[in-house]
């Protein structure tokens, strides 16, 4: 599927002059952050040659994309949670506090988002007897997007970028945690890595809240 500019285009005749593409990398994995990548664009006509979804590219091509993607759109930023505070909040809240840090960290005004999938997890849920989880905090309107990473150049481009930036995380805490093997399987639940938690047990990285393999 070839990405297009069609459901940005849509929201920008609507009157947002500002739309954010947003998309999550790292949710089903075991260890390490979850990561929201966010790219905002305003009327325009074209998008990097070569964008998709991040994983339908290979490591080397979404990384030749990050200098085509500096000059798309009007803003772009990336937002982690870490693998305590997915413990701590659950991995739903988590991906909206990631969210929440990628979007304070523009320096633009967002008018509407498109979000892939179809579960809007980044508006915040009304109060409820244990008090208001949004602090206060409101997303732009929503729009979801079923492989919106396949079909909106905005959620390709946040997907790449988050893709990447979250790899290079999950590289780096490899020299420390070489027995996982992150700087290939990034976290996720690979053979190895599996294995490396049975011999070893969990590092601080990993989401110990999750059903871990138990240490032999």
């Known amino acids: ?22 998309d999550e990398v ?6 390490g952050p979850v990561s929201v990548g966010v790219a905002v ?13 991040s994983k339908l590219l290979s490591a080397a091509r979404r990384e030749a994309l990050i200098e085509p993607l500096a000059g798309f759109g009007v803003a772009r930023a990336v937002g982690h949670a870490s693998a305590p505070e997915i413990d701590a909040v659950g991995i739903v809240a988590a991906l909206r506090l990631a969210a929440r840090r990628a ?4 320096d633009v005004a967002v008018d509407a988002v498109l979000l892939d999938g179809t579960h809007d997890w980044l508006t915040p849920p009304p109060p409820d007897l244990f008090g208001d ?7 732009p309107p929503v729009t979801m997007v079923v492989k919106g990473d396949r079909a909106c150049a905005s959620i390709a481009a946040a997907s790449v970028l988050a893709k990447v930036e979250r790899d290079a995380l999950m590289a780096a805490a490899h ?3 070489p027995a996982y093997g992150w700087d290939g399987n990034k976290g996720y639940g690979a053979a190895a890595h599996l294995a490396a938690l049975r011999e070893h047990g969990p590092t601080p990285l990993h989401r110990v809240s999750w059903k871990l393999p138990a240490r032999a």
């Open 1 to 22: 599927m070839t990405v297009s500019l069609s459901h940005e285009r849509a929201l920008w005749d609507a009157g947002a002059a500002t739309v954010a593409g947003i």
């Open 26 to 31: 790292g949710r089903g994995a075991l260890a």
């Open 41 to 53: 664009v305003a009327p325009c006509e074209a998008w990097p040659d070569g964008l998709t979804d």
């Open 103 to 106: 979007l304070d960290a523009i």
């Open 133 to 139: 989880e949004s602090d206060g905090w409101t997303a």
């Open 175 to 177: 020299a420390d945690h």
